[in-house]
C-alpha cells in the first residue's frame, strides 16, 4: 500500500468514525475504547461516556417465552456506520411479529440480509434481542448523521433484521427514526412506529394512497381494534377516507371513538351481508390473512384499479421452508396466481411489509402533535414483566397496544426522591 493511498484511508476511517467487524474488513479504526466497565464512544459529533454493559432481554435459540432471558450485564452495542445513533430507550412495545420471531419466524431471510450487512459477528443471529419500536433519547452520533444531536428525544422503528429494542440502548440508523411528538410521554410514543410503519407500507407505499388523493375513498379495514387497525383507522380519518372497519362487540365504541365510521360487529352481526350492502371500496386492508383475503375481492370496486393489500402472507414463511432463492421464486409465484382472478375485474391482491421510514414518521409526528391521531395502549408492562408481555399478545384478541416502561418509572421515581430531598432540605 502506497503512503498516499494509507493517509487517504486513514483520513477517510476518521472522517467517518466507522467500526466494521474484523470478519468484514481489516482495517477497524479505534473510535471506541473501554475502561473501568464504562464504554466511551469518541465521534467528531459527538463524545461521552456511556456505560459499558446493559440490560436486555435476549433469546438464544428459538423457542417459546421459556426461552427470553434477562442479561444485565451485556455489551452496550456499538455505533458501527456514521449513519447510526446510539439511543438510551425509555420504553419499547410488543407487537404480534415479536411473538412470531421469537419462535424462528423469518429467520431464513432475516440472516441472509444479515450476511448480506455483514452484521452477524459469529455467524450466528444469538443472542438475539427483539422488539421493533421505541422511543427515547440520542446519546451519541456518527459523523454522518445530521438531522438529530445527543439530547433529542426519539422514536422509531427498527428494521427486522437489527437487534431489537428491548434494552436499555439500541442502535438505529438515521432514515429509521424521527423527532418524539411533542405532546406525548416516551411511554405514549412507543406505542405507535411499528404500527404506524406497517400501515404507511400497506396503504401508501403499496396501496397508493396519501393525504392528497385519499379524500371520499372508501376503504375497508378487518379487524381494525389491533394495533395496525387502531393506527390506520386514525391516519386514514386524517386524509379524509370513510372508514369501514371490524371487530369484536367490546372493540365497538373503540373504534367509533377513532373515527371509523362504519364498525361491524362480527359478533351479532352477520359480517357478509354487510360488507355486501356496503361494497364497492377502493382499498381492502388485511390484518388477518387466509380465507379473509380471498373473500375481500368481492367488496372491492370493479375496473378502478382497487386493491386488496394484505399485511398477513408467506413472505417469510416461504424463505424459511424453502430457503431464500426458492422462497422468493414460491412467493412471486404465488402472488401472481392469486392476482389471475383479481386483473379479470380490474382490481389487484398486493402484499405489504413492514419497513421503517423516518421521513413519514416525521410527517405522522405532525398529525399527532395536531391531535389528528393519539396512541391507543390497551396495557404497560415493566421492563422485567416483559414475559408477561409476550404472553398478552399472543393471546390476540388486542385492543390497542402493549407497552414496555424501560426508563421511565425509574425516572420519576429518582425525579421523586429528589424532590423529597430537596423538600427536607429547605424544611430543616
Known amino acids: ?201 400497506a396503504v401508501s407505499t403499496i396501496g397508493g394512497l396519501n393525504e392528497h388523493n385519499t379524500a371520499g375513498k372508501r376503504v375497508l379495514i378487518y379487524a381494525g381494534s389491533g394495533g395496525v387497525g387502531t393506527f390506520a383507522i386514525q391516519l386514514l380519518k386524517a386524509w379524509g377516507a370513510e372508514v369501514t372497519t371490524t371487530c369484536s362487540t367490546d372493540a365497538v365504541p373503540l373504534l367509533l371513538s377513532l373515527g371509523a365510521d362504519n364498525v361491524i360487529d362480527y359478533n351479532t352481526q352477520n359480517v357478509t351481508e354487510e360488507l355486501t350492502r356496503l361494497s364497492g371500496f377502493d382499498l381492502v386492508l388485511d390484518t388477518l390473512g387466509g380465507q379473509v383475503t380471498k373473500e375481500a375481492q368481492q367488496y372491492l370496486n370493479t375496473w378502478r384499479n382497487a386493491s386488496v393489500v394484505t399485511v398477513v402472507h408467506n413472505f417469510l414463511r416461504n424463505g424459511d421452508t424453502l430457503g431464500v432463492p426458492a422462497g422468493f421464486v414460491k412467493s412471486g409465484t404465488e402472488l401472481a396466481c392469486k392476482n389471475i382472478q383479481f386483473f379479470q375485474s380490474g382490481q389487484s391482491l398486493r402484499w405489504a411489509v413492514f419497513m421503517p421510514n423516518g421521513e413519514a414518521l416525521e410527517r405522522i409526528a405532525t398529525l399527532v402533535d395536531q391531535e389528528q391521531i393519539s396512541p391507543v395502549i390497551e396495557k404497560i408492562y415493566g421492563f422485567e414483566e416483559l414475559p408477561e408481555a409476550f404472553d398478552k399478545v399472543s393471546s390476540g384478541h388486542a385492543r390497542g397496544k402493549t407497552v414496555i416502561d424501560i426508563k421511565e418509572r425509574a425516572r420519576h421515581q429518582e425525579t421523586d426522591t429528589l424532590n423529597d430531598e430537596n423538600v427536607a432540605a429547605s424544611v430543616a
Open 1 to 201: 500500500m502506497s503512503k498516499a493511498l494509507g493517509t487517504s484511508l486513514s483520513r477517510s476511517l476518521h472522517y467517518s468514525c466507522k467500526l466494521r467487524h474484523p470478519s468484514c474488513c481489516e482495517l477497524v479504526p479505534r473510535v471506541w475504547r473501554r475502561s473501568g466497565g464504562v464504554l466511551s464512544v469518541q465521534c467528531r459529533a459527538f463524545s461521552k461516556r456511556i456505560p459499558g454493559r446493559m440490560a436486555t432481554w435476549q433469546i438464544h435459540r428459538y423457542g417459546g417465552n421459556e426461552e427470553l432471558e434477562l442479561t444485565k450485564t451485556h455489551r452496550t452495542p456499538m455505533i458501527r456506520n456514521p449513519d447510526e445513533l446510539l439511543i438510551e430507550v425509555h420504553a419499547a412495545s410488543v407487537n404480534p411479529i415479536d411473538v412470531r420471531m421469537r419462535a424462528g419466524y423469518g429467520s431464513s431471510i432475516l440472516n441472509f440480509y444479515r450476511r448480506l450487512r455483514c452484521s452477524l459477528s459469529s455467524g450466528s443471529e444469538f443472542p438475539l434481542s427483539l422488539g421493533r419500536d421505541f422511543s427515547g433519547v440520542v446519546v451519541a452520533t456518527g459523523v454522518g448523521v445530521r438531522r438529530f444531536k445527543p439530547g433529542d428525544e426519539v422514536w422509531g422503528a427498527l428494521g427486522a433484521q437489527r437487534q431489537g429494542a428491548h434494552a436499555e440502548f439500541t442502535v438505529s440508523s438515521e432514515s429509521e427514526i424521527s423527532l418524539k411528538p411533542k405532546r406525548l410521554s416516551h411511554i405514549e410514543a412507543a406505542s405507535i412506529p411499528y404500527a404506524a410503519m406497517t400501515t404507511w407500507a
